[in-house]
């Protein structure tokens, strides 16, 4: 006998869809064939795919467990944490950002992050906490995007620069970009696990100046 038809089970599947598929595979047509059932069934439980998603992405903020003591440990770990989600889920990566997410677990991350801004003053607070949001989104993307492309192109990273090297010498040699040049070639490449943490050091930084005034 089939489980039950509720609103968990359509969003489980939809997610699990997601998960092999991208966004392109959600649609209620598509969950309701994945659980057998006829699309007007669901429109008992899902109003519209739109409710649908963010179902979809308030499940996700359930694995997003910021801990930690003090404002820049929570912070780090919801950076850390939201990252991980999205790469896991990489469609979370394309619904991130916009109106703030309501839901029952966005919610209780919320508090959990806020509740732990000790010393911090009211007023900066959320922007804080949006300022580290944004900084997770953007970087989050660029690598979900790298990801794609190289799953498109068949060319990792690695190949990719290869191929570009030529390119970059001829137009190196022209010594039109000697700053960049220098960049390039001198600098420590790093990988997108040590940028990411760079990155989000110079944020956490720049906030502990600003709280520290």
């Known amino acids: 006998m089939p489980a039950p038809l509720n609103r968990e089970r359509i969003?489980?599947?939809?997610?699990?869809?997601?998960?092999?598929?991208?966004?392109?595979?959600?649609?209620?047509?598509?969950?309701?064939?994945?659980l057998g059932v006829g699309p007007m069934r669901l429109y008992s439980y899902?109003?519209?795919?739109?409710?649908?998603?963010?179902?979809?992405?308030?499940?996700?903020?359930?694995?997003?467990?910021?801990?930690?003591?003090?404002w820049r440990e929570v912070l780090r770990s919801l950076a850390e944490s939201t990252r991980q989600a999205a790469h896991e889920h990489e469609w979370l990566a394309d619904l991130l950002g916009g109106r703030?997410?309501?839901?029952?677990?966005?919610?209780?991350?919320?508090?959990?992050?806020?509740?732990?801004?000790?010393?911090?003053?009211?007023?900066?607070?959320?922007?804080?906490?949006?300022?580290?949001?944004?900084?997770?989104?953007?970087?989050?993307?660029?690598?979900?995007?790298?990801?794609?492309?190289?799953?498109?192109?068949?060319?990792?990273?690695?190949?990719?620069?290869?191929a570009l090297g030529p390119y970059l010498e001829r137009t190196f040699a022209t010594g039109r970009f000697p700053a960049l040049a220098t960049v390039v070639r001198d600098a420590a490449h790093l990988d997108a696990d040590h940028t990411f943490r760079m990155g989000l050091d110079f944020l956490l930084d720049g906030i502990e100046a600003r709280v520290s005034r």
């Open 11 to 34: 969003v489980r599947t939809a997610i699990r869809l997601a998960d092999a598929d991208g966004l392109e595979a959600v649609s209620l047509r598509k969950v309701a064939t994945a």
């Open 100 to 162: 703030p997410q309501l839901g029952p677990h966005a919610l209780a991350n919320g508090e959990a992050v806020v509740s732990r801004l000790d010393g911090v003053d009211l007023d900066d607070a959320m922007p804080m906490v949006a300022a580290v949001n944004a900084y997770v989104i953007g970087a989050v993307r660029r690598e979900i995007a790298a990801r794609r492309a190289e799953r498109a192109s068949g060319m990792d990273e690695r190949r990719w620069q290869a």
């Open 46 to 70: 899902i109003a519209s795919k739109e409710e649908l998603l963010d179902l979809m992405v308030d499940a996700a903020y359930a694995e997003i467990r910021p801990v930690g003591d003090g």
